[in-house]
């Protein structure tokens, strides 16, 4: 993802996905609830929804694309560095991250988890 408009195009291609605001700044929201957001603490990093079993695995695997402050220890978010080469893995992030937001009724209605 080189910006935020490639992680927005990626997230509204999602069933139900929509662009909204979290903290007062541009965000992904499904059900209110939020996939990914600008509010990250550098301009050249997004917000993205994960769970914390996947967020360490992440983060030790590829620390150029993943990391993390203070703020966000203990959270289920991670920051997502623009530009790396990780493309295709921030885009099955985002589609879990839309599985763990979905209902049940999108969830059966999308099919198998990603």
Do not use: C, N
């Not at 069933?15 to 990914?36: D, E, F, I, Q």
């Not at 957001?37 to 590829?62: G, N």
């Not at 220890?73 to 979905?102: Q, S």
């Amino acid at each position: 993802m080189r910006d935020w408009d490639d992680v927005v195009a990626t997230g509204l291609a999602l069933p139900g996905v929509v662009l909204g605001t979290s903290y007062g700044k541009p965000a992904l929201l499904l059900r209110g609830k939020m996939l990914a957001a600008t509010t990250a603490p550098d301009r050249a990093s997004f917000v993205l929804h994960v769970a914390l079993i996947e967020k360490e695995v992440l983060i030790e695997t590829d620390p150029a694309t993943f990391w993390e402050t203070d703020h966000y220890r203990g959270w289920p978010a991670v920051l997502v560095r623009y530009g790396t080469d990780a493309d295709a893995r921030i885009a099955l992030l985002l589609d879990r991250a839309w599985w763990d937001r979905a209902s049940i009724t999108q969830r059966r209605t999308r099919g198998e988890r990603p």
